[in-house]
T-cell receptor
Framework: GNSVTQMEGPVTLSEEAFLTINCTYT??????LFWYVQYPGEGLQLLLKATKADDKGSNKGFEATYRKETTSFHLEKGSVQVSDSAVYFC????????????FGKGNQVVVIP | GAVVSQHPSWVICKSGTSVKIECRSLDFQATTMFWYRQFPKQSLMLMATSNEGSKATYEQGVEKDKFLINHASLTLSTLTVTSAHPEDSSFYIC????????????FGPGTRLTVT
């Protein structure tokens, strides 16, 4: 079946540091890949997406590239801000039927001033 | 575009009562909506898939008689927690499938349910 694996544990870093959150996936077929962000007490917001191999999704300074050969979709940002503190979820859709998503466990990111 | 709302944003109810949560797609039509449950510091657990005009599809282990889902129109799905108990206290989030062909989902802001 489909599954998404995110690196374990919270991520704490200083403002203006480089952020990487690893995401790998297992899927049948050719999935679409997503990163969602959840701020405290809120629902999830779509941060970026990629629908085919070598596509790069980008938004708000965040980027992720769909790597079919390594089945990965790592999230990166060159210079984080305190306002980027949130939980980040990697997800995939196998594009069958009704847009059902498989989520990773999420990573808490804390940016310290 | 692609805005999903939920109502209420938080609710407190007594044990044994029922609570209804509404999920609306405000600027698009959603033939499919999803209901999730999220425990503190955990990922989302899909409870059921709601299809307009037909019965919801529940995930394994989710009691369909306890979590009633109705998708009466292309912009509204409701989740009713019947005979609520303290263990039903959680953050409930709905989502709707996008229409751009990118297979993403758009999420509501969530409803915090506390059962006393």
């Amino acid at each position: 079946g489909n599954s998404v694996t995110q690196m374990e544990g919270p991520v704490t870093l200083s403002e203006e540091a480089f952020l990487t959150i690893n995401c790998t996936y297992t899927a049948t077929g050719y999935p679409s890949l997503f990163w969602y962000v959840q701020y405290p007490g809120e629902g999830l917001q779509l941060l970026l997406k990629a629908t085919k191999a070598d596509d790069k999704g980008s938004n708000k300074g965040f980027e992720a590239t769909y790597r079919k050969e390594t089945t990965s979709f790592h999230l990166e940002k060159g210079s984080v801000q305190v306002s980027d503190s949130a939980v980040y979820f990697c997800a995939l859709s196998d594009r069958r039927g009704n847009n059902r998503l498989a989520f990773g466990k999420g990573n808490q990111v804390v940016v310290i001033p | 575009g692609a805005v999903v709302s939920q109502h209420p944003s938080w609710v407190i109810c007594k044990s044994g009562t029922s609570v209804k949560i509404e999920c609306r797609s405000l600027d698009f039509q959603a033939t499919t909506m999803f209901w999730y449950r999220q425990f503190p510091k955990q990922s989302l657990m899909l409870m059921a898939t709601s299809n307009e005009g037909s019965k919801a599809t529940y995930e394994q282990g989710v009691e369909k008689d306890k979590f009633l889902i109705n998708h009466a129109s292309l912009t509204l799905s409701t989740l009713t927690v019947t005979s609520a108990h303290p263990e039903d206290s959680s953050f409930y989030i709905c989502s709707a499938g996008g229409t751009s062909g990118g297979y993403e989902q758009y999420f509501g802001p969530g409803t915090r349910l506390t059962v006393t």
